[in-house]
């Protein structure tokens, strides 16, 4: 399983910015994607995630309403909006997945969400900086 993430960048607040996650080694139909994040000094947080299979999509409190997580089947890639950036959003964004198969999707993700250390698919990560 390889993840590739990208799309990080400086913006100004109230700016948005779209993340990708490119999946490769793996038969994308049943898995869980996550985005998790990690600013300065700050533990790391997921963020968002969707499942492939059902495309269900889940959210954060801190980025609910004001994101979009989609994925592009052909591309095996996986998108994350966040628009209405702040400040706080500033940090290092990395994609996860864990395989779904034989689980149930919803209970997934939220295991991914509660134990991220025992995620063994990570991305490398991408910078996004807010500026005020």
């Known amino acids: 399983v390889q993840l590739q993430a990208s799309g990080g960048g400086l913006v100004q607040a109230g700016g948005s910015l779209r993340l990708s996650c490119t999946a490769s080694?793996?038969?994308?139909?049943?898995?869980?994607i996550a985005w998790f994040r990690q600013g300065p000094g700050k533990e790391r947080e997921g963020v968002s995630a969707?499942?492939?299979?059902?495309?269900?999509?889940y959210y954060k409190d801190s980025v609910k309403g004001r994101s979009t997580i989609s994925i592009d089947r052909a591309k095996t890639t996986v998108y994350l909006q966040i628009d209405n950036l702040t400040p706080e959003d500033t940090a290092v964004y990395y994609c996860?997945?864990?395989?779904?198969?034989?689980?149930?999707?919803?209970?997934?993700?939220?295991?991914?969400?509660?134990?991220?250390?025992?995620?063994?698919?990570w991305g490398q990560g991408t910078l996004v900086t807010v500026s005020s």
């Open positions: 996860s997945a864990e395989t779904t198969a034989g689980r149930d999707p919803m209970i997934t993700v939220v295991t991914m969400f509660r134990v991220p250390d025992a995620i063994t698919s």
């Open positions: 080694g793996f038969i994308f139909d049943k898995y869980a």
């Open positions: 969707i499942t492939t299979s059902d495309l269900k999509a």
